[in-house]
C-alpha cells in the first residue's frame, strides 16, 4: 500500500509564493512518474505539472515560467515550487504517484488560495 502525505497549502497574496511537498511512502517499486494536479471550484481535475523517473517534465501552460516541479528520488518526494501566484491558480492541489506501470496512488489534497 502506498500513501502520500502532502503539505506546503496555504493562503497567499497575488504574486506570492508557496512550496508544495508530497512523501511517499509505502510498497513502491517500479516508480514511473509523480506529479502535481489541481482542481479549482467548478472546475474538472488537471495536470500541473509531472516528472517522470527519466526526468521529463509535462505541465500546463499556464503555469509555464511561474511553476517548477523537483524530487528527492532518495525521499520518494515531490516538491512543486509556485511563484507569481494567481487567483486562478486557487485550488485543491493533489499529489499523485504512478508506478507499477499501470498503478496510482493520490494524495489527500491541500487547499491553495491566492487572493487578489
Known amino acids: 500500500q502506498v500513501q502520500l502525505v502532502e503539505s506546503g497549502g496555504g493562503l497567499v497574496q497575488a504574486g506570492g509564493s508557496l512550496t508544495l511537498s508530497c512523501a511517499a511512502s509505502?510498497?513502491?517499486?517500479?516508480?514511473?512518474?509523480m506529479g502535481w494536479y489541481r482542481q479549482g471550484p467548478g472546475k474538472q481535475r488537471e495536470l500541473v505539472e509531472r516528472?517522470?523517473?527519466?526526468?521529463?517534465?509535462n505541465y500546463t501552460d499556464s503555469v509555464k515560467g511561474r511553476f517548477t516541479i523537483s524530487r528527492d528520488n532518495g525521499k520518494n518526494t515531490v516538491y512543486l515550487q509556485m511563484n507569481s501566484l494567481k487567483p486562478e491558480d486557487t485550488a485543491v492541489y493533489y499529489c499523485?504517484?504512478?508506478?507499477?506501470?499501470?498503478?496510482?496512488?493520490w494524495g489527500q489534497g491541500t487547499q491553495v488560495t491566492v487572493s487578489s
Open positions: 499523485k504517484l504512478e508506478y507499477r506501470r499501470f498503478l496510482a496512488s
Open positions: 509505502g510498497s513502491i517499486s517500479e516508480l514511473n512518474a
Open positions: 516528472i517522470t523517473s527519466a526526468g521529463n517534465i
